[in-house]
């Protein structure tokens, strides 16, 4: 069973720092393309950064509004994706999702809260 499993969100002051994990399980994580998406209240699911696999070059790519604050990341060894938040701003505050890019509506798990928050 294909799963994928967030972590590492919780309040944080504005100005403040975050490392995200996602736990991928029971599929071939180095091959794919992976997303960190995001879903604010009231507002549409976005996609805020993305990697591609190794095997084409691992190459990243940000919405404008993280660009710069954000680093995406992945250990294939580990089945983990990473997302590195600095500067955080209250706009950041949302549920965080992995998944593959494009995404697969199946895979969708829990997420995880960030809330930036003074």
């Known amino acids: 069973q294909v799963q994928l499993v967030e972590s590492g969100g919780e309040l944080v002051q504005p100005g403040g720092s975050l490392r995200l994990s996602c736990a991928a399980s029971g599929m071939i994580f180095s091959i794919r393309a992976m997303g960190w998406y995001r879903q604010a209240p009231g507002k549409q699911r976005e996609l805020v950064a993305t990697i591609t696999s190794d095997y084409s070059g691992g190459s990243t790519n940000y919405a404008d509004a993280v660009l710069g604050r954000f680093i995406i990341s992945r250990d294939n060894a580990k089945n983990t994706l990473y997302l590195q938040m600095s500067s955080l701003k209250p706009d950041d505050t949302a549920v965080y999702y992995c998944?593959?890019?494009?995404?697969?509506?199946?895979?969708w798990g829990q997420g995880t809260q960030v809330t930036v928050s003074s």
């Open positions: 998944n593959t890019v494009p995404f697969i509506s199946t895979l």
